[in-house]
C-alpha cells in the first residue's frame, strides 16, 4: 500500500430485508409490521466489526426503522458514527411529487434529530432514485435543511442511475452538495464500483483493484455502501420473486462478511460529514 491512503467514505443504507425497493411488487407496505425484523441484530453486528477495525462511518437511516429502534440510532451515534437520513418511508423519490417527497424527508430528519439531539446533515435517496427527472428534489433537500446528499449513481442501470452525472463530489445547488457513488471510468464506461450487489457478484480482488484505481489514479475518496441485510445469510426467503430480483438481492450474501472484513482493512475509512463537509479532514493522509 502506499504511504499515503486517501480516506474512503464507508456508509450503511439502515433498512430491513423486506424494505427493499426490489421486493415492493411482492410485499406490501401495510405487510412490513408483520415481518421478521433482523436489522437490529445485523446493525449490532456491523457496530461490532466497526469497533474492531475502529472506523467510523456513516449510516443512512430510514425513519420507519428509527421510530421502532429508537435504542439502535442512539447506539449507531453513541459508537462515534454519523447519523444520516435514508428517508422516512423508503420510497423512491421518483415515484413522489415534490409535496410527499419534501414531507418524507422532513418527517425521517425529525424523527432521526429527536433521538440523537444534534442536526441530521446528509440524505440518500432510496435506489439511488434521484436523476435527470428529478433534480428538483436537490432543491428540496437544501430548503430542509440538509448539507450533503449522496443520491446520484453515475451509471447505466435499469432501475435507476445517471450516467452523465459527475463521478465525484460537487455543488449540487446552493447550499447542498451532491456526493455520488463511486464508479471507474474505464473504457469510456462507469462501472459500478463501490458496493451493493455488485461487490457480492464480483471477485473481491477486483473490487479491490477498481477502488486503487480511483484513490491512486482519479486522487479521490471512494464513497461504499451496503446494508445490514447483505451480511445476515439467514434473513427469512422471500417466495415467489422473480430470477433477476433474486438473484441481484441473495448473491454470494454468506461471503459479505468475510469480504467486508477485507476491505475495512484494506482501505482507510471514514464518515461523510468529515470527508466531504470539512474538506481539510478529507486532506489528511496517514
Ligand atoms: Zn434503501
Redesign the pocket.
Known amino acids: 500500500m502506499p504511504n499515503a491512503r486517501i480516506t474512503n467514505a464507508l456508509t450503511i ?1 439502515v ?1 430491513d430485508y423486506f ?3 426490489a421486493f415492493a411488487p411482492y410485499i406490501a407496505r401495510a405487510d412490513w409490521d408483520r415481518r421478521e425484523c433482523r436489522v437490529e441484530h445485523n446493525v449490532e453486528r456491523i457496530l461490532a466489526l466497526l469497533d474492531e477495525h475502529d472506523i467510523s462511518a456513516t449510516f443512512f437511516t430510514l425513519g420507519w426503522i428509527a421510530e421502532r429502534y429508537p435504542q439502535l440510532v442512539r447506539r449507531i451515534a453513541s459508537h462515534g458514527h454519523e447519523v444520516a437520513s ?1 428517508g422516512y418511508g ?1 420510497e423512491r423519490a421518483s415515484d413522489l411529487d415534490e409535496a410527499a417527497f419534501s414531507s418524507d424527508v422532513r418527517r425521517a430528519k425529525g424523527v432521526l434529530e429527536d433521538l440523537i439531539g444534534s442536526a441530521v446533515l446528509g440524505y440518500r435517496a ?2 439511488f432514485s434521484i436523476g435527470p427527472a428529478n433534480l428538483w428534489a436537490l432543491d428540496s433537500l437544501a430548503r430542509t435543511g440538509h448539507r450533503y446528499s449522496s443520491s446520484i449513481y453515475p451509471i447505466r442501470h435499469d432501475h435507476y442511475g445517471m450516467p452523465d452525472a459527475p463521478r465525484f463530489v460537487h455543488q449540487a445547488v446552493d447550499g447542498l452538495i451532491e456526493i455520488p457513488i463511486t464508479t471507474l471510468r474505464l473504457f469510456n464506461r462507469n462501472l459500478p464500483s463501490s458496493g451493493g450487489g455488485y461487490f457480492r457478484l464480483l471477485p473481491y480482488a477486483l473490487s479491490r483493484w477498481m477502488l486503487r484505481r480511483v484513490n491512486e489514479v482519479d486522487r479521490q475518496s471512494a464513497v461504499f455502501y451496503f ?1 445490514p441485510w447483505e451480511i445476515d445469510p439467514g434473513q427469512p426467503r422471500i417466495a415467489g420473486i422473480d430470477r433477476k430480483t433474486r438473484f441481484r438481492h441473495y448473491v454470494n450474501i454468506h461471503r459479505m462478511e468475510g469480504r467486508l472484513q477485507s476491505l475495512l482493512g484494506d482501505f482507510k475509512w471514514g464518515r461523510m460529514d468529515h470527508l466531504f463537509l470539512h474538506r481539510a479532514a478529507a486532506a489528511a493522509v496517514s
Open positions: 443504507d433498512e424494505q427493499v425497493s435514508h423508503h432510496p435506489s446494508h
